[in-house]
């Protein structure tokens, strides 16, 4: 079976939802794991800390490096890569999975949250890359991977909340420019995007949140297919905007049962797809 094992990765919002799944199926594999994100102390909203991540990729069969990193700070991403190279002797994985996210129209999204979804979700993707590209030069099989959506150019994934899908397709487009401009490198540069929502708690904070997580899938889901093109040829897979789904089909599955959160209710696709 493919594996991670030794394998060192950077993950941005790691300390939950699916940051976390995918730290700790890459855990279970003997991987080395880096923890970039906000949370050092207990959230009121918010379960996990980067230090009760870093414990559970230890029980998990990783080892495990907690890193406070704001990604809209460039010396504290610089800070992270330095540590993580430090600590592991290089980089192999770059996963850009810290979002911010606001599905409102424009009169009601303040500049404020415009600019955080643009440096959480676009900026940082592109500064945690560069950051990393160094060291990842010098792995024998590098990826980067981005958590963000196909470019579907209907206007009305604009229309409904320009800023937020603005922010997202900004990544993708990042995605598709750093796999073209390093593919002679070998360095493997996607996205990934789940088919139906997730249950994480960025969902479950949304208005109808509770409701919309009954239809959703466990994170889980884009653990495995993250697993699935992370131990892929970095030279044979880049350049692509996946699809969970469509992935772990590839890769032979065809049950998908276990990762729905409720199975007993209808599944929703996730925005930025057609159902």
């Given at each position: ?17 699916i940051?976390?799944?995918i ?42 490096l ?10 504290q991403?610089?800070?992270a ?68 959506p ?14 937020y ?17 390093f593919?002679h ?11 139906t ?50 992935v ?28």
């Amino acid at each position: 079976m493919p594996s991670l094992k030794d394998k060192t990765l950077l993950i941005t919002g790691g300390s939950r939802g699916i940051g976390l799944a995918i730290a700790l199926r890459a855990a279970a594999d003997g991987a080395n794991i880096a923890v970039a994100a906000k949370t050092d102390k207990p959230h009121p909203k918010l379960s996990g800390t980067i230090h009760t991540t870093a414990e559970a990729i230890t029980e998990a069969g990783g080892n495990a490096l907690p890193l406070v990193v704001d990604v809209r700070n460039g010396k504290q991403v610089n800070n992270a890569v330095a540590q993580t190279v430090e600590a592991f002797g290089g980089i192999d994985i770059v996963i850009n999975n810290a979002g911010a996210i606001a599905l409102t129209g424009t009169l009601e999204t303040p500049l404020k949250r415009f600019d955080l979804m643009q440096q959480v979700n676009t900026r940082a993707t592109f500064a945690v890359a560069q950051a990393a590209l160094p060291h990842l030069l010098k792995a024998e099989n590098p990826h980067i991977l981005a958590l963000s959506p196909p470019l579907n150019l209907d206007p009305k994934w604009l229309g409904l909340h320009v800023a937020y899908t603005l922010s997202k397709y900004g990544m993708s487009l990042i995605v598709l420019g750093l796999a073209e401009e390093f593919k002679h490198q070998g360095i493997a540069v996607n996205a990934l995007w789940p088919r139906t929502l997730i249950a994480t708690a960025a969902v479950r904070n949304l208005p109808g949140g509770e409701d919309m997580v009954r239809h959703a899938r466990k994170p889980q889901i884009v653990a495995d297919a993250a697993h699935a093109v992370l131990t892929r040829d970095s030279r044979a897979c880049t350049g692509n905007l996946l699809v969970d789904e469509d992935v772990l089909r590839e890769e032979g599955v065809t049950d998908f049962a276990r990762y729905a959160a409720d199975p007993n209710v209808e599944l929703a696709p996730d925005l930025f797809l057609e159902s």
